[in-house]
């Protein structure tokens, strides 16, 4: 329990719709508990407003405990606000203090647009996938047994590691090119490392990247900020990894 | 109406096989004239709208997220059963049945049990075809562990992170099926209603949850795998959105609702920490291998911590009381987890809970990095290793295996675990009851098929570890993509169902109607006002622990706050455009129904059988005295509930439970 109760001044953005200019306005919050997570604040925000009979801020959120990927809050100037390797709904208020005043805007990119306040549209990241995230493998219940392709631990593991991307969008938010390599680059990678998915590989990275480019998102110039945004720690060799699956593809032909 | 499973005749063993020798089939040239409905993109929901679509039928295919990779069966952590026998430990198809049947208290169904334990192989092949990356070990094969109280190791996993990778292989056989166009998605969207048209499910009405539009869908046949109610309780496990309307929505239109008070409450997750909160947070149960449960023994010490006099580590040995370990020497720690969760209540109400609000216990892993620690320091040959030395060595094993969660823990509660003992208190987790379906998993509405946690079929009265990531995609992958090819084959020259149909225009208005009550209603008191009510009832009187007193209470105080809510529920905002208010207040008023068939399901029960504890059913002496006492003589039944306007009025059927190839058991963990 928290002896101390933070007052804090929140900045948000708020945008009616789509079609909305949008535009910061301040609201004040008292007595938020140090162990609250920040979507309960948030939650303590809209109750307030609800109370007072205004329209609450909309803000994307599920599970929060990390792994559905859902909140996108751009806080403070940093995609899932200040703390490393988690998302919004991790984040607690002891990172915080009295009397501090916090911007939150949405995930900022061509390709996501606003849908309403804090609530963006990511539905160009399941286009990328759509385009040739999969191995084309029907259910059929007579697959060849699980173990008659032994796959060695290291890809495995390197795969699982790829595979742990949660498609919030925290890369290309933070990326100020708002490229989507590093999400891509992933769902590459997860494929590209085991043998199941080496079959389709040349056509899913072409298609994938095609897509990527398609939708408007910039392109990699290294600086790396994805990487340290990302919740889940997704490294930059996914996307060294993917630039080298194209350019073999494209060689090949 | 007789309720009638339409189990297969014939030996258990054989079942399965010789149904699917037998039923319709719709060929590949008029599956294209077939559209289903799929609500519910999870594991259960997104591995039948693939499978269906890979077989050539129309899917549409609905989530309330903003893509089906985000639905709640992506938290699940520990791992999936299948009765491979990769290990050689002598599992088998019958060993996964049998402790599947047990550990359910013997509540389930057994033929759809058996077909369970039967799919569960193919489920592994399927996965690992598609690119689920999991666990493996150095020979490149794949890796078990065990789980939750079963004599064998038969849980795959992918780190802790086994629903995400699951999820995320279902979405994958989707997105190939989005692309050819064989699955229309449509996220962002919520089901509010089915629609029936001449006894048979032929459509069903969504909202828009961007621009509030309201839209008809129809199709030949509606599938509902929408998920669990368990935020009926407000806190739980589940996420924000979790909801029971669909589900909800299609039993006020026929379907029967089965045992909605088998309820798993998980001994391990963070308590709570104020009013505030919002939702509760699991801490996985393989936890439990290596941590050692406690409360202190003496009055003094629990004060003495609450005020900060003392720390947990300053308590010796004989100063505290694993309780689990005393109560349970066989199983221990160990017990299965409406056992353990029993146990943690039971302590706390006596007073002996270690935090401000006395519901937390210590989980504490001290032991586990002295063993590791030894055994760590024979392996490098250390000689005379210091105290310090070996916790150090320990340490770093335990972060091998859990180091993930113990910074979650972190993160959240701001203690580091290595360094004091975790404290854990019961939450929801998971509800075994839900939608009936007979054996083809159809509902009492013809056309109309629930599969995974929305339905309640195999998990009995509580829920084995591992087991739900199975159900829900041997439903999705294996059991319905056949099933419905026989109600199927007779549609196969219907057509496409018109939407412009008096049906339509019917279930159409209600749904407007409401809506347009709540945007209306200019009531002084916010949905999540009611919602936490609500819960509160629920937790404190349907609960860990029941008794008749409480249930009746809580039947009419949770119709009290229903009225109350119609009457004074403030929804800010319009009706076409997004408003998560809105969409909040039309789960509440369904959990407020449901909330209210609960506690009367629970009454009805006048037994103790797995997560559903009766007081007044326990053993009064003996070895077992205090523990759960079943009924089989009076209670080996399901309860499936009739709709019939208030909650209060829905009319219990029975289908009686037959155990032909498990002998029914008191459950020991002595």
Redesign the interface.
């Known amino acids: 329990m928290s002896g101390k109760g933070m007052n804090l001044t929140l900045q948000i953005w708020r945008q009616k719709d789509a079609n909305d200019k949008g535009k910061m306005v301040d609201y004040k919050v008292t007595d938020i508990s140090e162990h609250m997570s920040f979507l309960e604040m948030m939650d303590v925000l809209n109750e307030q407003l609800v109370n007072s009979g205004e329209e609450p801020v909309a803000f994307d959120h599920d599970c929060r405990e990390g792994i559905c990927g859902m909140c996108s809050m751009y806080i403070n100037g940093e995609a899932h606000g200040p703390d490393r390797g988690i998302t919004t709904c991790q984040l607690h208020m002891r990172m915080f203090n009295d009397g501090d005043t916090i911007t939150i805007e949405p995930f900022r990119a061509a390709a996501f647009p606003v849908i309403k306040d804090l609530v963006v549209d990511r539905m160009a990241f399941e286009r990328i996938q759509q385009a040739g995230g999969f191995i084309s493998v029907n259910t059929s219940g007579n697959t060849q047994d699980a173990n008659s392709l032994p796959i060695s631990k290291h890809a495995a593991d390197e795969a699982m590691d790829a595979a742990t991307c949660i498609g919030c969008g925290a890369c290309v938010a933070t990326c100020k090119n708002s490229s989507a390599m590093l999400f891509v680059g992933a769902k590459v990678s997860q494929y590209a490392l085991l043998p199941q998915g080496q079959v389709e590989a040349a056509d899913r990275v072409k298609n994938m990247v095609a897509q990527m480019d398609l939708e408007g998102f910039g392109n990699c110039t290294n600086t790396g900020a994805c990487e340290i945004e990302c919740p889940k720690g997704i490294s930059l060799d996914n996307i060294a990894r993917m630039n080298r699956e194209f350019m073999a593809a494209n060689i090949k032909g | 109406m007789t309720l009638d499973s339409k189990v297969p005749e014939g030996p258990i063993k054989d079942k399965w096989t010789s149904y699917k020798d037998k039923i319709n089939l719709v060929n590949p040239a008029n599956k294209r004239h077939i559209d289903v409905i799929v609500v519910g993109t999870g594991l259960a929901g997104g591995?039948a709208a693939?499978?269906l679509a890979?077989l050539g039928y129309n899917v549409k295919a609905f989530a309330y997220?903003?893509?089906p990779?985000?639905?709640?069966s992506?938290?699940a952590q520990g791992g999936i059963n299948a009765a491979?026998n990769?290990q050689g430990d002598g599992d088998s198809t019958y060993r996964l049945f049998y402790d599947t049947v047990k550990g359910g208290d013997y509540r389930s169904r057994e033929a759809n049990v058996y077909r369970l334990a039967e799919?569960s192989s193919?489920i592994?092949?399927?996965?690992?075809?598609?690119?689920v990356?999991?666990?493996?070990?150095?020979?490149?094969?794949?890796d078990n562990r065990s789980f939750g109280g079963v004599l064998v190791s038969r849980t795959f996993y992918?780190?802790g992170?086994t629903g995400?990778?699951l999820l995320?292989g279902a979405?994958?056989?989707m997105?190939?099926q989005?692309?050819r166009g064989k699955i229309e998605?449509f996220?962002r969207h919520e089901m509010l209603d089915v629609v029936i048209v001449d006894g048979k499910a032929r459509g069903i009405i969504a909202r828009n949850l961007?621009t509030g539009e309201i839209e008809r869908h129809s199709a030949h046949a509606v599938v509902v795998g929408s998920g669990g109610y368990g935020n009926v309780y407000f806190l739980s496990t589940n996420?924000?959105?979790s909801n029971a309307t669909a589900s909800w929505k299609i039993h006020k239109k026929g379907a029967f609702f089965a045992n909605p008070c088998y309820t798993q409450i998980h001994p391990t997750c963070i308590p709570r920490?104020?009013d505030?909160?919002?939702?509760l947070?699991?801490m996985s149960e393989s936890l439990r291998n290596d941590g050692r449960i406690w409360v202190p023994k003496n009055m003094e010490d629990v004060l003495a911590i609450r005020e900060g006099r003392k720390k947990p580590t300053d308590l010796s040995e004989d100063e505290r009381d694993y309780y689990l370990e005393r109560r349970y020497p066989a199983f221990g720690n160990l017990v299965p987890r409406d056992v353990a969760s029993r146990a943690a209540k039971e302590r706390c109400d006596a007073g002996y809970g270690v935090n401000?609000t006395g519901e937390a216990v210590y989980l504490d892993f001290a032991s586990a990095f002295e063993r590791y620690g030894k055994e760590q320091a024979k392996i490098h040959n250390i000689k005379n290793p210091s105290k310090e030395k070996i916790i150090e060595l320990g340490q770093a094993i335990v972060e091998a295996k859990y180091g993930n969660l113990f910074?979650?823990y972190e993160?959240?509660v701001?203690q580091n675990p290595y360094e004091t003992p975790m404290m854990i208190y019961p939450a929801v987790h998971y509800t075994m009851g839900g939608v009936w379906v007979d054996y083809n998993l159809m509902t009492t509405i013809p056309g109309c098929y629930c599969i995974g946690e929305a339905n309640f079929s195999d998990h009995g009265a509580n829920r084995l570890g591992a087991s739900a990531l199975m159900q829900g995609l041997a439903d999705g992958?294996?059991v319905l993509?056949y099933t419905i090819g026989d109600y199927l084959a007779d549609d196969i020259r219907t057509g496409k169902i018109p939407t412009d149909t008096k049906e339509f225009d019917e279930a159409e208005k209600e749904v407007v109607d409401r809506i347009n009550f709540f945007v209306n209603n200019k009531g002084?008191?916010?949905?999540?006002y009611f919602h936490k009510k609500l819960g509160k009832v629920m937790w404190d009187k349907a609960g860990m622990s029941r008794n008749a007193q409480g249930l009746t209470e809580a039947m009419a105080e949770i119709k009290a706050i229903r009225e109350e809510f119609w009457k004074d529920v403030?929804v800010?905002?319009e009706a076409n455009?997004?408003n998560?208010?809105l969409e909040k207040a039309g789960r509440v008023a369904d959990f407020l129904e449901l909330g209210e068939l609960f506690a009367k399901d629970a009454l009805v029960r006048a037994e103790s059988c797995g997560g559903h504890f009766r007081e007044e059913s326990a053993e009064l002496d003996g070895p077992q005295k205090g523990e759960a006492k079943r009924n089989d003589k009076d209670f080996a039944f399901v309860s499936a509930w009739e709709y019939k306007g208030e909650p209060a009025d829905a009319v219990l059927h029975k289908e009686e439970l037959e155990f032909k190839d498990i002998e029914l058991k008191q459950r020991s963990y002595k």
């Open positions: 591995s693939a499978t890979e997220q903003d893509s990779r985000r639905a709640h992506i938290a491979k990769y799919v193919n592994i092949d399927q996965c690992v075809a598609q690119g990356p999991f666990a493996r070990d150095y020979g490149g094969l794949l992918a780190k992170q995400q990778q995320l979405y994958s056989a997105n190939r989005i692309a998605m996220n961007i996420a924000m959105g920490s104020g505030y909160q919002s939702k947070t699991l401000q910074q979650m993160k959240i701001d992958y294996f993509p002084t008191k916010s949905v999540d403030s800010p905002g455009e997004m998560p208010e």
